[in-house]
Every structure is written in structure tokens, then in C-alpha cells.
């Protein structure tokens, strides 16, 4: 049950960054869809997929080291909630970069300005 809060808690923190991402993007001259997509890759890498590939390695490691079905049920699980929790700050965390870094107004190309008139 509270696995299920957490995923919940992670998928608003996505669609809430994304938003805000978008809306400083559009503010600061930025490519809103590419900073929006990053804060979306970012936000279900950390929370989703990385989580997804340390269950596996757990699993793996307890099916190799003989640990017995019923121990390897508790033991997985106070694992995979501890690393839920983490992999969700880190992804709130990543997602609040992206957003920060969508933010910082981009500096004026270097060839843009006019050349300045030839002196005789």
C-alpha cells in the first residue's frame, strides 16, 4: 500500500515539474518541449527504471546466494522500500535541476552583433 503512494507521489512530482518546466522555458527563450521531455526522462529514470534495475540485482543476489523463498520476500522488500524512497528524492531532486537549468536565460550568440563601420 505504501509502495503505491509513493509511485503516486512520484508520477504528480513528474507531471507537476513538467508543467513548471515548461512555463520557465517558454519565460527564459528556451526550447520548452526539449526542457519538458529532460525533466520527463529525468523524473522516470530516477523513480522508475533505476528502482526497476536495483529489484533486479537484488533478486538476482538473493536467488544466488541460496537465501530461501520466505526470507527473500521480507528481506527484498525493507530493501526496495528504502530504495523506492531514495530514488524518489533523487528524482525530485533531478527534476528540480532540470528546472533550474531551464530557467538560466541563454547569452547572446557571439556573431549576432552588427560589425562595427570601417574607419579610413
Known amino acids: 500500500m505504501i509502495g503505491i503512494f509513493?509511485?503516486?507521489?512520484?508520477?504528480?512530482?513528474?507531471?507537476?515539474?513538467?508543467?513548471?518546466?515548461?512555463?520557465?522555458?517558454?519565460d527564459a527563450g528556451r526550447t520548452p518541449a526539449l526542457w519538458t521531455l529532460r525533466t520527463i526522462g529525468v523524473g522516470l529514470f530516477f523513480q522508475f527504471i533505476l528502482p526497476f534495475v536495483i529489484g533486479l540485482g537484488i533478486g538476482v543476489y538473493l536467488l544466488i546466494s541460496g537465501t530461501p523463498l520466505e526470507k527473500s520476500a521480507i528481506n527484498a522488500f525493507g530493501l526496495m522500500f528504502i530504495f523506492e524512497i531514495v530514488c524518489l528524492i533523487l528524482g525530485v531532486v533531478g527534476m528540480f535541476f532540470v528546472m533550474n537549468r531551464a530557467a538560466i536565460?541563454?547569452?547572446?550568440?557571439?556573431?549576432?552583433?552588427?560589425?562595427?563601420?570601417?574607419?579610413?
Request: hydrophobic share 45%; proline share 11%.
Open 6 to 26: 509513493v509511485t503516486l507521489l512520484g508520477i504528480i512530482a513528474i507531471v507537476i515539474c513538467a508543467i513548471q518546466v515548461y512555463k520557465t522555458a517558454v
Open 105 to 120: 536565460i541563454p547569452d547572446e550568440e557571439r556573431g549576432t552583433s552588427p560589425t562595427p563601420p570601417f574607419q579610413f
